[in-house]
């Protein structure tokens, strides 16, 4: 007898939404084993690791406003690596949009209007779109690999942003420390649910996720960005640009980060500081490819993953758990869900090896 | 800059260069047959850890050493595991990786904090450690120095001219006719991606035992991802990596003199300079492409591509 | 191991006090006070960080099971200190101490809210009936550094590592400058930036190519022991920053600039023990104990010695201060007058450079 991996003839749909669940159990095992070993009650940390933030109001207000950027930075992304458009800078691109966005904040500090806050998303877009269209050029015209350039613009970008926060942006009133003005009422994202943080970004980000799967799912386009993906020699067959369709994903991954980095700035932060995000342009890839690329299910992905950081922050506080566990923790998380995600396309089953014997 | 200072800045230029070619040589190794380590920073952390807490505890920098490369190999095996039998996705898996590698290396290395170490000690070759210039520049570094060297010249020799090494590059451009002719392309590439995470702990080793002989949470502080762009930036060919992160780790410490000698250069702000390595690399990449060497540049035909063997 | 094992007892024992209803309204004789604190980088920095905590196990320590504490690190300037802080406040605690700048917007925004919880934020510049400020003078520091530097350095040139140009790190290098130039009027001070608090690879690197051109006395604003190692590789001296870098470079510190926040949390804790708390925002130097000095090396001649100790003690006695005019900027504009000293305000806004500075 021995074990035969055997591809499936179609993916297990059923399988499909059993084995993120069977991934999180897997997670739990292990982190019941690990807490178990470092001397903590492994209960409580479970419990403050993957429940704490879903008990109240505040805590799904929060575990909102960590994973709108997510999503809305993953959707885009995601779109791109169905067309084998790898943007590995969403970080420098969402940095540039709020650099974007919040100079027009600035510049207009102290002023009153309803049409600033919407002329600081549209900059910041545009801001996430000239970014990405560095590498987009790049790959189009001389062919040079976008992960490299888009990876290279990331450290440029957060440079830029501190030579501006410790330079001409800085508050004047701040006592030389490296931050800009706090942002005037008109120029802060609106909260939508009182006695939190929850702000506008976040249904935001919703909305974006549905779209983009209404655009991959049904229309001509999303087609064409996936054909050029898996098949590249058909789709230049039928007639699909491929340039087209890198600048497209490259500019609409930009831009939707770009839109991200602002909803940080002039949400939850309310000013430009040295360091905006903890690194989301990063995250938010490991969130698509958690959604499996699929808009919603980077919805499901998004709110995993911020679940884990509020998860941890929280078993710090209640338990002492050290920060590094969190990492930890999201490292086994993900190798189980890549690992379960094996399950949905092979299956492994028992062969006889008995050989027949052939006839004398 | 007199000629003294000079010989004392291309010093510190190699010692800044060997991390990134340890980690950047295991990278290409693994990306010529195929496959898409982005787990690098993770396993150079694990193996830094690793290296200083062996040393600390056995104080044996070499079985230090060989501990980190033991643990980037088992890093890489995690990968291995994961995408070559699980076919799971390598960016995504390599990603993780370095998710884990940070946490894990963060845990373990805290309770080593604040405990300093002997520095690696640097080989004396009798004779030619003493001559003037030279010296002080090629022969008076440590062991892990040499080793990188000589994993280089190791590389490009075995990939250009030995049949294992075909058969890799044969993976990475064509797994489907490699596995026809009767090669294992999986077991080719776990060797692959076991070679990348022993040199990713090498180079972690060398940041914690020679470079700043301590141990400090995330000290790689990005250089795993400078080794991803250096495979790229060397089209995959071990002379021109080797280049490139001599070049790299020269810009990165140019601009520090810079600073302390002329108050800046040109008068730029601090963090423009600070910006000089990396638009260098997009500089040299679009000048190359548009070049003659267009066309040679290709990538592993295969890089990121799980293979499935038709059973 | 230690640690959490102790501070699992305290928990244990204030099981009924972390009920989200006790917002530290009154301390009742059995309930123990509960004290956050909020860092922003790892305990295990062995620098900025690393004092806190050593404050933190201080107050464990002097207040015993009167107190249970808690602390979270590597918490990012952001929403996500805002959170972290939050959940603090809403969790029982009745002290939360904020560890950074970066913290201060948060800090104010969430006392806001919770009114009955005391916080302390440090090296900020706001306050409110419930948020108090706290810093320390570690420019007092920097002097006595200054004054060892002068006597000792034979180039006359020190390399100074430091992270961003804020006031805190700007008065440092100028104080640091000027004591030195009180021995050594030619005395020089060449700086390199490398944009972050803490990056050992980049501070060594920095302070080779210091040495590389000339600097014989190594200083900085940064928080890894690497600058010092490679001062000790290269045969040269240089200060600690932070904490005792003794072990890193037994001959190379003269000495270092010690964060010591262990007297100051007790006192704030027994403020709130004793319900006496009020806001303020101090600035305590050598005079009060916040910033103390590491034993001096073997290296530092008699000399300097005794004009370190000069320095420390006319600080502390109050007749002598680091900026005393007439300071000159690099343009030649008189910053500070002849025989006046510099008040608070125009050193937590300095933003120009003494002569000798090259930055």
Redesign the interface.
């Known amino acids: 007898m021995s074990l035969r991996i055997e591809a499936r003839p179609e993916i297990d749909r059923r399988l499909l939404y059993v084995t993120p669940l069977l991934a999180v159990a897997l997670t739990v095992l292990a982190g019941f084993f690990i807490f178990l070993l470092m001397g903590y009650n492994p209960f409580a940390a479970l419990y403050h690791f993957f429940v704490s933030p879903l008990t109240s109001l505040y805590g799904l207000s929060e575990l909102a406003v960590k994973a709108a950027p997510l999503i809305m930075i993953g959707v885009g992304l995601a779109m791109g690596f169905r067309a084998n458009v790898w943007n590995i800078g969403a970080e420098g691109q969402l940095t540039v949009g709020a650099i974007a966005g919040g100079g027009i904040a600035l510049a207009f500090w102290g002023q009153e209007g309803a049409w600033i806050l919407p002329l600081m998303c549209l900059a910041g877009i545009l801001g996430g779109m000239a970014y990405a269209a560095i590498p987009a050029f790049l790959k189009t015209r001389l062919d040079v690999n976008e992960i490299l350039t888009s990876l290279m613009l990331t450290y440029v970008a957060t440079l830029l942003l501190s030579m501006l926060v410790y330079g001409p942006w800085r508050d004047p009133d701040g006592f030389g420390f490296p931050q800009s003005r706090l942002f005037t009422d008109s120029a802060l994202l609106p909260v939508i649910l009182e006695g939190t943080r929850l702000h506008l970004g976040a249904a935001v980000a919703l909305f974006v996720a549905v779209a983009a799967w209404v655009v991959m799912t049904r229309t001509v386009i999303g087609f064409q960005i996936k054909v050029v993906g898996q098949a590249p020699a058909a789709a230049a067959y039928a007639g699909f640009h491929r340039k087209r369709v890198i600048w497209l994903c490259l500019l609409t991954s930009g831009g939707l980060a770009g839109l991200a980095g602002l909803f940080e700035t002039a949400g939850p932060i309310g000013q430009l500081i040295p360091v905006l995000t903890p690194g989301y342009g990063f995250t938010a890839i490991i969130v698509a490819f958690l959604g499996r690329l699929h808009p919603l299910g980077i919805i499901a992905s998004g709110i995993l993953m911020a679940l884990s950081y509020i998860g941890g922050e929280n078993a710090q506080v209640e338990v002492g758990l050290p920060q590094a566990v969190t990492g930890v923790f999201q490292g086994l998380l993900l190798f189980f869900l890549l690992a379960t995600d094996f399950l949905t396309k092979y299956r492994v089953r028992y062969v006889s090896t008995r050989r027949e014997v052939a006839p004398a | 800059m007199t000629f003294d ?1 000079t010989v ?2 291309l010093v ?1 230029v190699i010692g ?1 260069a060997t991390p990134l070619l340890f980690a950047a040589l295991g990278e290409l190794v693994v990306e010529r047959s195929g496959v898409l380590n982005l787990g690098i920073e ?1 396993m150079m952390l694990v193996g830094a850890v690793t290296a200083f807490a062996v040393t600390v505890a056995t104080a044996s920098a070499a079985l230090g050493i060989l501990a980190a490369a033991i643990a980037g190999a088992l890093m890489a095996l ?1 990968f291995g595991v ?1 995408t070559l039998s ?4 390598q ?3 390599g ?3 370095t ?6 290396s ?2 373990v ?2 309770g080593f ?4 170490v002997e ?1 690696l000690p640097r080989l004396q070759i009798p004779g030619l450690s003493d001559l003037p210039v030279l010296g002080p520049l090629l022969f008076n570094h440590d062991a892990l120095v040499y080793l990188s060297v000589l994993a280089t010249v190791g590389v490009a020799w075995f990939l250009v001219r030995t049949r294992p090494g075909m058969i890799l590059r044969a993976v990475g451009e064509s797994d489907v006719s490699a596995h026809s002719i009767g090669y294992d392309v999986i077991l080719v590439r776990y060797l692959a991606v076991l070679f990348g995470g022993v040199m990713a702990g090498l180079g972690g080793a060398f ?1 914690s035992l020679s ?4 141990w ?2 995330e ?1 790689t ?3 795993g ?1 400078i080794a ?2 250096l495979v ?2 060397s089209s995959w060919r071990p002379g021109r990596l080797f280049l490139g992160a001599y070049l790299f780790g020269g810009v ?2 140019l601009q ?2 810079a ?3 002329g ?1 800046g250069f040109l008068g730029l ?4 300079l ?2 000089m390595p ?2 260098a ?2 500089v040299v ?2 000048v190359i ?2 070049g003659p060497w ?1 066309g040679r ?1 290709d ?1 592993p035909a295969c890089l990121g591509k799980p293979f ?1 063997p038709a ?1 | 191991m230690r640690l959490h094992l102790s501070r699992r007892t305290f928990l244990a024992g204030t099981a009924a006090a972390s009920s989200a209803l006790a917002l530290g309204r009154g301390v009742y004789a059995q309930e123990p006070l509960k004290v956050g604190f909020v860092y922003v980088g790892p305990i295990g920095d062995y620098g900025w960080t690393h004092g806190h905590e050593l404050g933190r196990k201080a107050v464990v320590e002097h207040f015993g099971d009167k107190v249970a504490t808690t602390y979270v690190e590597n918490v990012a300037e952001g929403p996500d200190a805002e959170r972290v802080i939050r959940q603090l406040a809403s969790s029982g605690h009745g002290l939360v101490f904020t560890t950074s700048f970066g913290f201060m917007n948060p800090t104010v925004r969430v006392a806001k809210q919770f009114p009955q919880v005391k916080f302390e934020h440090a090296t900020g510049y706001q306050t409110a009936p419930n948020l108090a400020v706290y810093n320390a003078r570690f420019y007092e520091g920097r002097a006595v550094c200054g004054a060892i530097a002068g006597h000792m350095s034979q180039s006359g040139l020190c390399g100074y590592v430091a992270s961003f140009p804020i006031p805190e790190v700007v008065m440092g290098i100028n104080a640091f400058a000027l004591a030195a130039q009180k021995v050594n009027p030619d005395f020089r001070v060449n700086v390199v930036w490398i944009n972050s608090w803490y990056d050992p690879g980049k501070e060594g690197d920095a302070a080779k190519a210091l040495i590389d051109q000339g600097a014989d006395i190594i200083s900085q604003h940064t928080d890894s022991p690497a600058p010092l190692q490679v001062a000790e590789q290269r045969g040269v001296h240089g200060f600690g920053q932070a904490s005792d870098m003794a072990a890193y470079a037994p001959n190379a510190q003269l000495t270092a600039i010690l964060d010591d926040w262990s007297e100051y949390y007790i006192q704030r804790v027994q403020a709130v023990l004793d319900d006496a708390w009020e806001t303020h925002s101090i600035w305590y130097g050598l005079k009060e104990g916040m910033v103390k000095m590491a034993p001096y090396g073997d290296a530092v001649t008699d000399d300097a010695r005794q004009a370190a100790e000069a320095v420390k003690e006319g600080i502390i006695a109050g007749t002598l201060h680091p900026f005393t005019g007439p300071i000159e900027n690099q343009a030649g504009e008189v910053m500070i007058a002849d025989g006046a000293t510099a008040t608070d305000d125009e050193m937590q806004k300095m933003d120009w450079w003494v002569e000798g500075v090259q930055a």
Request: glycine share 12%.
């Open positions: 200072s004392l800045i510190t800044a993770g995690a994961l699980l076919t799971a996705n960016v995504a898996t990603l993780a990786l998710i884990f590698g940070i946490g894990l963060a845990l290395g805290s904090v604040g405990i300093p520095r940041l470079y700043t002989p301590m400090a949470e000290m502080a990005g250089r991802w991803l762009a790229v930036f990165t410490i520090l003199y600073q302390g000698s108050g702000p601090a963090q423009v600070s910006m990396y638009l690399t997009i990449l679009a492409a548009g267009k540049l990538a499935r059973t």
